[in-house]
């Protein structure tokens, strides 16, 4: 028989294979829990000091240190279990400089529209920032020393992780039973991975950009790049200070003029984009199963915790 011939599973198997990723995720979600109210819990709750450390510093530290070994170690046995060989998804595409640069230029204005979504979203319910008050803040060493710790944290290694994570491991394995299916689920677990909703709405509809990206080009190393330049170009925009409020709008709108230049000259195929809706049978499957309703649970009670 064939290795590449479709296998039929019963749900109960689905629902098991589902589980092995869930169990991970479900820790990744923790994860987040513990850096974005694990400063508030710990230290103005409870009381709880770490030999005078900065609790921002401590919470990033702690927070690279279990994102590496989540990722590399508990997502990758995952992907052993399910037989999923994810060195076949690292292979370079040999995409032209021009075309990387449609790539990112469209991810940068899908994320910026979907913030100021979240962003209005923020307006009207006011939850707790999920921010860190000191980033772009360079007067002191203690603040050189968060604003590099949140540089290598959140720019440079959660992109590589997300993208190993929800598009090299979670999609291609939900992909197995209906590819845009894959494209779909793994996003919507993308979204409530995220600290609170109004991150959610941004995260769901990026993830669903870098997803189609993978699907197209079979292989997460688009996604790794755009989505490491998307951060980059975030992490920039925020740490200009106020007074120079112009730069980042006029920077902004040039990448939607760009973005519209490359659409309009279609230097990126996207038909794929126009998919077909799974069957209501393998949304079932996937958030019925136990660890996914853990994810849910968790990420609502982070949403909670934002109005505490």
């Known amino acids: 028989m064939s290795e590449n011939r479709p296998q039929v599973i019963t749900t109960k198997q689905a629902k098991h294979q589902v589980n092995i990723l869930g169990g991970s995720l ?17 230290y103005d709750r409870l009381n709880i000091t770490f030999f005078d450390i900065d609790p921002e510093i ?26 999923l060989p994810i060195r076949d998804y690292l292979k370079p595409t040999g995409m032209d400089f021009l075309h990387k640069t449609a790539l990112v230029c469209i991810g940068i204005a899908i994320t910026v529209l979907t913030t100021y979504t979240g962003s209005f979203l923020n307006f009207l ?33 959660k992109p590589v992780c997300d ?29 409530i991975a995220q600290p609170s909703l109004p991150d959610a709405i ?25 989505h490491l330049l998307i951060s980059l170009f ?19 709108t040039l990448v939607y003029i760009v973005t519209l230049l490359f659409m309009v000259g279609n230097a990126v195929n996207y038909r794929i984009a126009f998919m077909r809706m799974p069957e209501k049978k393998l949304w079932k499957i996937v ?3 136990s660890t996914i309703v853990i994810c849910i649970i968790l990420f609502i009670a982070e949403n909670i915790l934002s109005f505490l």
């Open 26 to 42: 479900v820790l990744y979600i923790l994860l987040n829990l513990l850096l974005w109210h694990g400063v508030g819990l710990l």
């Open 58 to 83: 401590l919470c990033m530290a702690a927070a690279m240190v279990l994102m590496v070994i989540i990722t590399f170690v508990f997502f990758s046995i995952s992907a052993a279990r399910l037989h």
């Open 234 to 252: 975030l992490w920039i925009i925020s740490i200009i200070p106020d007074e120079y409020v112009l730069i980042p709008i006029i920077v902004i």
């Open 163 to 191: 993208e190993y994570i929800f598009r090299g491991i979670i999609q291609r394995q939900l992909g197995h039973y209906n590819r845009f299916f894959g494209v779909l689920a793994s996003s919507l677990l993308y979204a």
């Open 125 to 157: 319910l006011h939850p707790a920032s999920s921010a860190f008050a000191f980033v772009g803040h360079f007067t002191t060493p203690e603040n050189i020393l968060k604003n590099g710790l949140y540089f290598a944290l959140f720019v440079l290694l």
């Open 287 to 289: 958030f019925t199963s």
């Open 202 to 226: 941004p995260a769901f509809f990026t993830g669903w950009y870098l997803a189609l990206m993978t699907l197209r080009y079979h292989s997460i190393q688009p996604a790794i790049k755009t």
